[in-house]
């Protein structure tokens, strides 16, 4: 019998050069959210936030590349990975949030949109060649998985290009706490159809929105501080809320996409997750493992790869990022190999909440 798979060819990933430590945060005026100066020293600030989030520091691109710039250094390196000509590339779908924001303005500039411009910066000349942005919030990148998925099992495509870029740093708001949480990156993936005489690549996934009480805990708004511009607006965000939605969610979402693949629990190698916050992401994987009635001291060493602590949230682009860092050795304490199952899991802004079962 032969099966026509989904599977990953080549993996490419831009992490910016610009280290921003939290030290920097130290002289930082910070404003809760209701607009009042928050009397804490820098240095409790920052201890708390360490605790919380596990980010000691991010990336942040430098002031003359936007998102599209980044994402096409990320699908140049996907492409040449997977030794592909690219102009046999079917489309190309691009996850992010908030477009080209240039540094030092207060626009996004969405007109083309960041595939045409991706698509532009890789001279790509075949007009066959479907370039497209999704908007799915931090889930974008493996939504984007999804879609491509979707394509070549309908007999639509064969060969897809998908990218997650986003420069948070030019839409955080530097007078709110939640801000040394974001930072930029881009990471990307050519996806192929490939025929085999067992199933592997994407085996199965889950995917769910949720928006009747939960549209707004991320969203855009005025700066915490009352003394700056207020019709500027910021990514902002309802931090108790997320993290309650996630734990209350997540867990139950991977473990649909599980059920769905046949596999059992102990067949997974590694958890690549969503990098949103250290402690979050702790208790999402500890709940995930109690739904088949595992706890926590028997949950597998390293099952969860975590690179936020040097690489902050770049939303879209943490999950790709991560996967060709574990690919290219970057992580030599997590190596995965061909025959490994993997799942992809993502929360974000909607809300919505993805998860891939994929077996190398």
Not at 137 to 160: D, E
Not at 232 to 243: C, F, L, P
Request: proline share 3%; net charge neutral; with cysteine.
């Amino acid at each position: 019998m032969k099966y026509l798979n989904t599977v990953i060819t080549g993996t490419g990933s831009y992490t910016p050069k610009k280290i921003v430590k939290n030290e920097a945060f130290l002289k930082q005026d910070f404003f809760s959210e209701d607009q009042k100066i928050i009397p804490e020293t820098g240095e409790d600030i920052i201890k708390k936030f360490n605790a919380i989030t596990g980010i000691e520091e991010r990336r942040y691109a430098d002031s003359n590349m936007n998102t599209s710039d980044i994402a096409g250094f990320a699908a140049e390196k996907a492409i040449e990975d997977a030794g592909i000509d690219k102009e046999t590339i079917d489309y190309i779908i691009l996850a992010h949030n908030f477009g080209d924001v240039h540094s030092g303005n207060i626009q996004s500039d969405l007109l083309p949109n960041i595939s045409s411009r991706v698509k532009h910066y890789l001279k790509i000349k075949n007009p066959n060649c479907i370039a497209y942005d999704i908007l799915f919030g931090c889930p974008g990148w493996v939504q984007a998985f999804i879609q491509a998925h979707s394509y070549i099992n309908s007999g639509m495509a064969k060969r897809i290009l998908i990218v997650g870029a986003e420069t948070l740093s030019r839409v955080n708001d530097k007078y709110d706490r939640d801000s040394m949480i974001f930072a930029d990156g881009a990471g990307a993936a050519v996806i192929e159809a490939q025929e085999s005489n067992e199933k592997n690549g994407f085996i199965s996934f889950s995917v769910r929105t949720d928006t009747y009480e939960e549209a707004f805990y991320l969203f855009a708004g005025k700066s915490n501080n009352p003394y700056v511009d207020q019709n500027v607006r910021y990514i902002k965000m309802h931090g108790r809320k997320i993290y309650e939605y996630a734990l209350t969610k997540v867990p139950q979402a991977m473990k649909d996409a599980l059920d769905n693949s046949g596999y059992k629990i102990t067949d997974l190698k590694k958890v690549i997750i969503h990098q949103a916050n250290e402690k979050m992401d702790d208790a999402i994987i500890k709940r995930f493992y109690k739904l088949f009635g595992i706890i926590q001291k028997e949950i597998s060493e390293g099952i969860m790869p975590m690179s936020i602590n040097k690489l902050g949230n770049s939303s879209v682009a943490t999950i790709p990022t991560l996967y060709d860092d574990i690919l290219k050795g970057r992580y030599p304490e997590h190596k995965i190999s061909k025959g490994d199952l993997i799942m992809f899991a993502s929360v974000g802004s909607g809300m919505n909440i993805n998860s891939i079962i994929y077996k190398l």
